[in-house]
């Protein structure tokens, strides 16, 4: 491994802006967690604790669990779009 590879390792792969964080965490992080098919009721002892993004600000998932109707998510995507149903998709509010 030579010198110049070491540099690059040390650098982020991707460059942070400057400015206020965001309060929550997306909801595709909190997706990755989780092992699929699994139920509502599963998903919320897990991750029920979680914050997740939305364009009015962050939401815990128990409450946004609690406005769904579907009772088991048979994968990764389902969740998704069923929160991203629930809570909305758009730019997220900064603190």
């Known amino acids: 491994m030579s010198d110049n590879d070491e540099a690059e390792e040390s650098e982020p792969a991707v460059e942070l802006g400057e400015g206020p964080d965001v309060a929550g965490e997306p909801i ?16 919320a002892a897990q991750e029920g604790d979680a914050a997740v993004r939305s364009p009015d600000g962050p ?17 990764r ?7 991203e149903k629930l809570v909305g998709r758009g730019p997220v509010a900064t603190e």
Do not use: G, M
Not at 61 to 75: C, G, N
Not at 78 to 83: D, L, Y
């Open 28 to 43: 595709a992080r909190v997706a990755s967690r989780l092992t699929w098919p699994a139920t509502r009721s599963d998903i």
């Open 59 to 75: 939401r815990d998932l128990d409450d946004v669990l609690a406005d769904s109707e579907v009772p088991l998510f048979e994968s």
């Open 77 to 83: 995507s389902e969740f998704v779009a069923e929160v």
